[in-house]
């Protein structure tokens, strides 16, 4: 059984078993490599539960996780592991965020070379983008590893459940891991299929009047 879809009510040890399933997906399904992204949940209003800096996320213990308040002081951590450097940018979300209890942000291969080649999310070829997503923004550029990823996404976080960071990854956000994992599923696919339609010689986009049509749905 899953426990991506945790309830409000989860308790901790079920919230540590969620990002550790978490990752094991993300690493699978390469939209994570290495030690690279970062997944957080919201255990209480003023609690973080997040991964550590410098780990795989796909082979990560219980107790590597650690847990952080709202201005990113480490208030547990049972194998002396430091915060992620990219901490600030997931508790600037939950500080915009009340209804948000989960935070990936990912290193997809598709969706990155988007930003990379300087490309715009393509929200408007695959009708469960406008169905679900809408458009996704593409944030300033920022340095890794810095707090400046939490002032690019601070302007855009409000309004967006998943966003691309410019040559950096994606952020993707949700009541709990499932949500936020299948906004990040959902850019990369529709990121491949754009790059594969591009290969073949043509991107048929969905006319203006049927995106409207969908957005009222």
Do not use: W
Request: charge should be negative; hydrophobic fraction near 40%.
């Amino acid at each position: 059984m899953t426990c991506l879809s945790f309830p409000p009510s989860a308790p901790e040890s079920e919230l540590r078993l969620a990002i550790l399933e978490c990752g094991q997906v993300c690493y699978a399904r390469h939209l994570m490599t290495s030690n690279d992204g970062n997944i957080s949940v919201r255990i209480d209003e003023s609690r973080v539960l997040i991964t550590p800096a410098g780990l795989c996320k796909g082979r990560m213990d219980a107790d590597d996780l650690l847990i952080v308040d709202l201005d990113g002081n480490v208030l547990a951590s049972a194998n002396d592991r430091r915060p992620s450097s990219e901490t600030p940018m997931h508790l600037e979300v939950y500080k915009q965020r009340p209804d948000v209890r989960a935070v990936i942000h990912a290193h997809p291969i598709f969706a990155t070379a988007l930003t990379v080649a300087g490309l715009d999310f393509p929200d408007d070829i695959l009708p469960e983008v406008a169905l679900t997503l809408g458009n996704v923004p593409v944030s300033e550029y920022a340095t890794p590893s810095s707090r400046e990823d939490a002032d690019v996404i601070r302007p855009l976080i409000r309004d967006y459940d998943a966003l691309l960071l410019r040559q950096h990854g994606s952020l993707t956000v949700g009541r709990n891991l499932d949500e936020a994992l299948i906004h990040l599923e959902r850019i990369e696919h529709v990121a491949e299929v754009f790059h594969h339609a591009r290969q073949l010689g043509n991107v048929a986009r969905i006319p203006p009047e049927e995106l409207r049509k969908l957005s009222k749905k």
